[in-house]
């Protein structure tokens, strides 16, 4: 049973940071890509960043490229998301998920597992 815990979540200015933590157990952490994902009331989750399990390759969507940068500690079983920059449209639940074997970053469907999600609020 794979379990992801996110924390890290919160309120901030517009402008201002967070780091978001997903604490990972169940499985051999170091053997699978991860990814983060979020979703803002009334829209649809949306791909966020992922990245490869050695940590060598990462991904992000365009509107957080520049921005945000996710990496991943294989001997803490955790991966990270730093979010800089902040702006009101990054409001969301941001989940992360371990991914499957696919060569498809951007698709939920993609993932296998997913964490419980941390509010974050961005005021202007």
């Known amino acids: 049973q794979v379990q992801l815990v996110e924390s890290g979540g919160g309120l901030v200015q517009a402008g201002g940071s967070l780091k978001l933590s997903c604490a990972a157990s169940?499985?051999?952490?170091?053997?699978?890509?991860m990814g983060w994902f979020r979703q803002a009331p009334g829209k649809e989750r949306e791909f966020v960043a992922g990245?490869?399990?050695?940590?060598?390759?990462?991904y992000y969507a365009d509107s957080v490229k520049g921005r945000f940068t996710i990496s991943r500690d294989n001997a803490k079983n955790t991966v990270y998301l730093q979010m800089n920059s902040l702006k009101p449209e990054d409001t969301a639940v941001y989940y992360c998920?371990?991914?499957?074997?696919?060569?498809?970053?951007?698709?939920?469907?993609?993932?296998?597992?997913w964490g419980q999600g941390t509010q974050v609020t961005v005021s202007s």
């Open positions: 990245i490869s399990w050695s940590g060598g390759s990462t």
């Open positions: 998920a371990q991914k499957g074997y696919s060569s498809s970053w951007y698709s939920d469907r993609v993932y296998d597992y």
């Open positions: 169940g499985r051999t952490f170091s053997s699978y890509a």
